[in-house]
């Protein structure tokens, strides 16, 4: 049998299993990033020092992080990857 190199296999699209809850994502959040302020707004997205808005969306479940490509937002989008598993 002949090696093949990953880079030989095409990538897929991939697939997040795991059902995050925003209270539960501040919380890891305060553990795991004491710098990162965050507060919920009245439409019950949470808002991360003043400029990332982490919503989801009721009818599907889905997740969304957004506001500037900053040293936060990847932190927040990298805790988010870390509480999901990825196939």
Known sequence: LRDVY???IPAGPSTMI???KLSEFR???LVSHSSIRSEFTSSGDLICN???LVK???SSGEL???GPLCKE???IRNLFYKSIITV
């Open 18 to 20: 795991g059902d995050v």
């Open 6 to 8: 990953k880079r030989q």
């Open 27 to 29: 919380r890891l959040l």
């Open 73 to 75: 937002y990847y932190q």
């Open 56 to 58: 989801k969306d009721q």
């Open 64 to 66: 969304y992080i957004e």
């Open 50 to 52: 003043g400029k990332i």
